[in-house]
């Protein structure tokens, strides 16, 4: 079984710009949630998203946005980039909604802001 | 609300070595514990969790938990340390209807020595 994909590996931007990121979960899975990860304030929760609708958010600006497809296939959108935006940008796929299950983590988008 | 705090941003251990990784967790509902580690350039893997039942749980590569309610605490233990156990570990809580929100610590880099 295929594991999580994100596209792309690595991102360049400067301030200003949006940006879109992808996830793709592992088959079956219908829950997508996003993390960010940075040295300052190590991992921290974006949103979830399971079967097409937000279910879940994280303390984040509304530059951040996110949707998912009926294919479970999620997208990540931040506007406005801002040099605090650079991180490491992890997917997690899980079958269900329940908290209990593994979450799967893809390798994620190392976004950069110049 | 719920949150994590692991006590010690390093450690350093010898080979063969005991690992022992300090988490305790704050939560108003009983919680879901996990314990995640990340490579580098690699996202994050599940190496054991906790849901209900038995306490003492045994996850990959030989490392185990115990959740001990009364302390508020799921320590990461190995017996004997390898140097392929290198990594960042992060212990991780959700709680039952809170979807697939994890809160994260903010992670122990383990380095193991000759």
């Known amino acids: 079984k295929a594991g999580v994909t994100q596209t792309p590996r690595y991102l360049i931007k400067t301030r200003g710009q949006q940006v879109t990121l992808s996830c793709s979960p592992i088959?079956?899975?219908?829950?997508v949630s996003w993390y960010q990860q940075t040295p300052g304030q190590g991992l921290q929760f974006l949103f979830e998203y399971f079967s097409e609708t937000q279910r879940n958010k994280g303390n984040f600006p509304g530059r951040f946005s996110g949707r998912q497809f009926s294919n479970s296939r999620s997208e990540m959108n931040v506007s406005t980039l801002e040099l605090g935006d650079s991180a490491l940008y992890l997917c997690?796929?899980?079958?269900?909604?329940?908290?209990?299950?593994?979450?799967?983590f893809g390798p994620g988008t190392r976004l950069t802001v110049l | 609300a719920q949150s994590v705090t692991q006590l010690g941003s390093h450690v350093s251990v010898s080979e063969g070595a005991l690992v022992l990784l300090r988490c305790n967790y704050s939560?108003?509902?009983?919680?879901?514990l996990f314990w995640y580690v990340q490579y580098p350039n690699q996202g994050l893997q599940l190496l054991l969790k906790y849901t209900t039942g038995a306490t003492l749980v045994k996850g990959i590569n030989g490392f185990e938990a115990e959740f001990k309610k009364s302390e508020t605490s799921f320590h990461l233990t190995k017996p004997s340390a390898h140097m392929s156990d290198a990594a960042e570990y992060f212990c991780a809580v959700t709680t039952q209807g809170g979807g697939n929100k994890i809160t994260f610590g903010t992670g122990t880099q383990l380095k193991v020595e000759l």
């Open positions: 088959s079956g899975h219908r829950s």
């Open positions: 939560s108003s509902v009983p919680p879901y």
């Open positions: 997690a796929s899980s079958p269900t909604q329940q908290g209990y299950n593994e979450q799967f």
